[in-house]
């Protein structure tokens, strides 16, 4: 596993990456505005706003139960919120389905990989290049940043191993070239040396102009590669701030739920 | 002899059964839904071919150009009106709702051309066979069903292996949310699913209405076969519903080989055997359901 992902320094910043763009001044890339969503009578979000602008990377943390996937799942329109709209590229997309948030470019790597089990590890990436948005991610590409998911290729994807399972439900969700990449829980179940190497494919991810929005429970791990952090309870923000100015005690107290 | 010929013949009826229900384990492959319209499908499609010969002299493989493509929109229509909101609503919905279908159209058909058997005609080709050694013949018609069968089976099987809508139809039934986060529309996708379906079935009831006489009650016997089919061979298993064609097809011609009457027991009992000892199928697909 000590080949999982090409280590590769972070050449370009984030605010290069905005200027390239063209977006320096615009509205955000993406804009969760006073979202209540949830299952059944328990709103897992409630009134909660978050917005990332373009080229930037977001770390939502918070402890289980907070509300993390209900709002990755909001915004990728697997679960339609109750109150509030998303926005996306200034477009109100909260009546757009799953499927067609896809196609303008948002795409959501799941909680639980959820990789496609009867399909080879290469067709799971065919798969995710199923709405054909022009991008640099393909074959080549996506086994260039996982070398090792290269050498399962021909493999079931039931039969690898989680850490290569991550890798490769990373890589399908490249495969469908999104502006906006939503990761929830890298490291769920992984060994803490596997989730740093699929970790460290992120700056080249970044690096080709993609917003990412990360949620994890490994918070170290999310602020080491977020430029602002935003951290939830029960479906409200508690703390926010730039990833390198973020105090510790402040974020631990956040995180738990603790008043100081 | 006489067994070897059963066996012969049971297997090329094997592959016309295997036709009958490839669009069945098609649909059920994807969208776990067992369409107890199937087998009526299948003499609606025999009725089509009927008409386009009676109005047309259209002889049964040219009605093929036809029916095929008109009942390939149907099922697209259908899936789209009606299976859909059928799927919406449970386990048990889709089951009644083709159950009822098959209700309505099978008397539709009554209302408009009556009880009477009827027979597709294929002309000289329908009787004419080559002989392999004495006592031992195989029928041109019979062959090239078996062929059809065959044939219909590899290209599904090509097309879920190898296309970019084929690849998308297993990872919708591997993981139907997964799927959409990919950008897969599924109902669009199933209703893609349901036209191929009822693409194969109208050259099954062709085929079928060509070999012997159909009423509109056919599609009863028809959908029992298809589904005999596709559980021996596993559920969801293209290539095992041929395999349970075969099985079912060389049963009945073994136990009709004994006596005429004990054909279509014959296969049931070996459905029932297989049911009892390997629940799942000869060739069961390799994920769960």
Redesign the interface.
Known sequence: MSELTNEHSRSANATDERQRGGHVSSAPLLHVDDVDAGYGDVPALRGLTVTVAEGETLAVIGANGAGKSTLLKTIAGVLRPTRGEVRFDGRVVTALSAHQRVGSGISLCPEGRRLFPSLTVEENLQVGAYARRPGPWDLPAVYELFPLVAERRARPAANLSGGEQQAVAIGRSLMANPRLLLLDEVSLGLAPVIVRQLYAALPRITEQGTTVLVVEQDVHQAISVADRVQCLLEGRTVLEGAADRIDPAELAAAYFGVRR | MNTVNAVVQGVLLGGLYALVAAGLSLVFGVMRIVNLAHGVLAVLAAYGSLLLGEHLGWNPFLSLLVVVPAMAALGYALQRALLDRALRGGELAPLLVTFGLAIVIQNLLLETFSADTQRLDVGAFGGASIELTDGLAIGWFPLLAAAAGVLVIAGLGQFLART?TG??M??T???Q??????????RRLYAVATAIALGTVAIAGVFLGSRSTFDPSAGATTLIFAFEAVVIGGLGSLWGTLLGGVVLGVAQGLGAAIDPAYGVLAGHLVFLAVLAVRPRGLLP???TA
């Not at chain 2, 799927?179 to 897969?184: D, E, F, N, R, Y």
């Open positions: 970019r690849r998308a297993r990872a039934s591997d993981d949310e997964a799927a959409q986060l990919m950008g897969i529309d599924n697909s390799a994920v």
